[in-house]
């Protein structure tokens, strides 16, 4: 059968056919869910044709799938990535790739606004293996700069930022790279590749955590890392020793969420402008954070290099962790829960959720605020979201 070539088009068309065959096994629409743990040889000699690259096939679980590798490939094709890699968590492709890249008396400079298990991570876990962690503020590019020392082998940041929306200018991050012979890592799941392709601007890899945007529907566990064919397949090796692998069943809900991925963010992002316009302009709101705001401290940046602002508004009430708790109480649409990027509205005070065992003393030391809300929109009918924010704050 001859090769098939693979479709052109905008976001929305490689979202709903890149990486997938055009004629797929018993003919099915849908990819299928090849769930099998190992996979057979015919003879000896397709074994060594296996192992000497002449032919392409899966082996065993552990070293990828038939689902998996649709997904991988549908995500590449999105992201203009030459290749990805598929893992069972973000987490999981944020270690392991950490772990590919970094080893004894190397540095990492991260940005003080990256996830919190991501700090965690390098700070706690990385540190006791002999690897060097500079943290500078996200923005400063002349910080930035200056964290670098010869055995930096690696620049790590997220746009925007969890929780605060900070938007990175990420031809910046590129170029420091590029002057100091750097990679740049970005974790990009709260833009998606329909807001953001940081690989557009230079950045060497990008990180999703699936679970969230790419999924969309709070019902698997997945995280992608996506590059060149060189970086990604030096963390593919490593992945198969570690053995942090997407199941199937995940890989196949994960292509499934991602055909509907332009429709859903689109519809997120026209929700999530006018919710965060709303609240800026509300009394016993203190701030919004959201890029697609003039009030935004890098809303410029946004504006060029983002199709979209996303759909995560982060607010800080005026009162205090009481008042904040009293609104999230009060709001009758979204669920109280962590995550965030599905259909369905969520909402959380990240004082409580990821960072309960702190004092406000020690929280305030990470930049979290008692005050501070973080509402992940949903595709509800904005009206409806507004007019329940609109009645819960009527209760602060």
Avoid: W
């Avoid at 929780?163 to 833009?191: C, M």
């Avoid at 332009?262 to 992002?269: D, F, H």
């Avoid at 005026?318 to 829960?337: E, F, M, N, Q, Y």
């Avoid at 004082?351 to 004092?359: D, I, K, N, Q, V």
């Amino acid at each position: 059968m001859p090769a098939e070539r693979p479709i052109r088009g905008g976001l929305s068309t490689q979202a709903v056919h890149g990486g997938e065959p055009r004629t797929k096994e018993a003919n099915a629409i849908a990819t299928p869910i090849i769930q099998s743990a190992t996979y057979t040889f015919a003879n000896t000699q397709e074994i060594a044709d296996h192992f000497e690259g002449r032919i392409e096939r899966e082996e065993y679980g552990r070293y990828g799938n038939p689902t998996q590798r649709v997904a991988e490939r549908k995500l590449a094709a999105l992201e203009g990535a030459e290749d990805g890699l598929l893992f069972a968590s973000g987490m999981a492709a944020i270690t392991t790739t950490l772990f590919a890249m970094l080893s004894k008396g190397a540095h990492v400079v991260v940005t003080d606004d990256a996830y919190r298990r991501t700090r965690q991570f390098l700070h706690q876990i990385l540190r006791r293996y002999g690897v060097e962690v500079s943290t500078v503020p996200a923005g400063d590019y002349q910080r930035m700069e200056e964290a670098v020392r010869q055995t930096t082998r690696l620049i790590f940041s997220e746009s925007p930022t969890n929780p605060y929306n900070r938007i990175l200018d990420l031809e910046q991050v590129a170029a420091i790279g590029r002057r100091h012979r750097v990679k740049t890592l970005i974790d990009s799941t709260f833009s998606t590749p329909i807001n953001q392709r940081p690989i557009e601007f230079g950045i060497d890899l990008v990180i999703h955590s699936g679970t969230k945007y790419l999924g969309g529907h709070n019902d698997l566990l997945a995280g992608v890392v996506l590059g060149t064919a060189e970086l990604v397949g030096a963390i593919r090796d490593l992945q198969g020793v570690t053995g942090a692998v997407p199941d199937p069943f995940a890989a196949y809900l994960l292509i499934r969420g991602i055909k509907t991925l332009a429709l859903r963010v689109a519809r997120q992002n026209e929700n999530a402008q006018r919710i965060a316009e709303f609240l800026e302009g509300h009394p016993k709101v203190e701030r919004v954070h959201y890029p697609g705001l003039a009030s935004h401290p890098e809303h410029i940046i946004a504006v060029r290099q983002m199709r979209g602002f996303g759909g995560v508004v982060s607010f800080e009430l005026r009162g205090d962790l009481a008042a904040a708790s009293r609104l999230v109480d009060a709001c009758t649409i979204p669920r109280i829960a962590p995550s965030l990027g599905g259909v369905e509205s969520l909402i959380e005070q990240p004082a409580l959720m990821s960072f309960y065992e702190l004092t406000t003393e020690e929280r305030l030391q990470v930049g979290i605020k008692d005050t501070l809300v973080r509402y992940s929109v949903g595709v509800e009918d904005a009206d409806d979201l507004i007019t329940d924010l609109a009645q819960a704050l009527e209760k602060v």
